[in-house]
């Protein structure tokens, strides 16, 4: 299995779940900032011109979530579970997806990717204080639902966290108002004892 990735955020779910489950995934990496998602090799890949994606023979899957899902099933983890918890994780996975990393995608946009890729040095002030609004709206709801909780789902490791969390280690440097929501912060200082979650990608040798 061959795994396409790129040292950003979607690509960061996948990575740290294919580390922390022990996938026997080959990691290639994509140059993003030089257009490589979008050369004819990788868009028969994906389409979408997007990272990551897994590949397997001649199988290509796209949509971090769903690759973390099969990374799951690959390697017999439960971080994806069969059992009641699974439709609560997807519910998660949706709000997520729909809502929650939309605000912090639009914060990490303007403040890393921007300056990194399009080269524009200036966060449009606009967009930045209309997504920290939308953020702060959210995360009182995540913050409310992990009072008193370890994990987003029946108190354990899933994909979910993978997912939700995946904007929490930019929170510095894209001015994602973490620190007003001490019940996240304290799960975010819970992913980070993971080492997977600390450090997904591969180290250059
Ligand atoms: N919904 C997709 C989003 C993937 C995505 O937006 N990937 C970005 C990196 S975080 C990308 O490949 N961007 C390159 C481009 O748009 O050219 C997923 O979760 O996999």
């Known amino acids: 299995m061959k795994l396409y990735y790129a040292d950003t955020s979607n690509p960061r779910k996948a990575c740290a779940l294919a580390r922390h489950v ?3 995934v080959e990691f290639i990496e994509v140059d993003i900032a030089n257009g490589g998602t979008h050369l004819p090799e990788f868009l028969a890949r994906n389409p979408n011109g997007k990272v990551p994606v897994l590949e397997e023979g001649d199988t290509y899957l796209w949509e971090s ?3 973390m899902c099969r990374l799951c099933d690959v390697t017999g983890s439960d971080l994806w579970p069969k059992d009641d918890r699974q439709t609560e994780v ?5 709000w997520d997806a729909v809502h929650f990393s939309r605000a912090g995608g639009t914060l990490y946009f303007e403040h890393i990717i921007k300056p990194w890729i399009l080269k524009i040095p200036n ?3 606009k967009a930045v204080s209309e997504a920290q609004d939308q953020f702060r709206t959210l995360a009182a709801v995540l913050n409310d639902h992990l009072e008193g909780r370890k994990f987003l ?3 354990r490791l899933s994909i979910a966290d993978f997912a939700v969390g995946i904007y ?3 929170a510095a440097r894209a001015n994602i108002p973490l620190n007003e929501f001490p019940a996240i ?3 975010h200082d819970r992913l980070n004892e993971l080492p997977a979650w600390r450090e997904p990608f591969p180290v250059a040798a």
């Open 22 to 24: 022990d996938a026997p």
């Open 65 to 67: 979530n769903a690759i």
């Open 90 to 94: 997807l519910r998660w996975l949706f």
């Open 123 to 125: 966060p449009d002030a």
């Open 153 to 155: 789902v029946a108190d």
């Open 168 to 170: 929490m280690p930019y």
């Open 185 to 187: 912060a304290r799960w």
